[in-house]
């Protein structure tokens, strides 16, 4: 297994673009799943992963935001949710919105 490497801002703002550029319905569905408090990120990876099972090169790069196995109590406080993994995807949306006005 190779070593795990964080994902940069940049990284993550191309895979949103692509996404919201491929259908638009797509993003509406990656933002829905993503703005769920009560998942755990590997549920929402595994939604994620259903969501792009028809587009092999979003499911290829959506496994770089694959999150770390980590033990359970982990992911039980929503605020390390948020900063983990919902921030960025929702910092990107944002970002995204403001350009499209």
Same mark, same amino acid.
């Given at each position: 297994m190779s070593k795990w490497e964080p994902v940069t801002f940049q990284e993550s703002l191309s895979f949103v673009k692509k996404v919201k550029a491929r259908d638009y319905m797509l993003y509406i569905s990656l933002l829905d799943v993503l703005n769920? /408090?009560?998942?755990i990120p590997l549920q929402a990876y595994?939604?994620?992963s259903l969501l792009f099972q028809h587009?092999?090169?979003?499911l290829a790069e959506l496994s770089k935001f694959r999150?770390?196995?980590c033990p /359970? /109590?982990?992911?039980?406080h929503g605020s390390i949710?948020?900063?983990?993994?919902?921030?960025?995807f929702l910092l990107l949306s944002l970002v995204l919105a403001l350009r499209s006005h």
């Open positions: 769920r /408090n009560d998942q595994s939604e994620l587009h092999e090169d979003l999150p770390l196995p /359970n /109590n982990v992911y039980t949710w948020m900063i983990i993994f919902l921030m960025p």
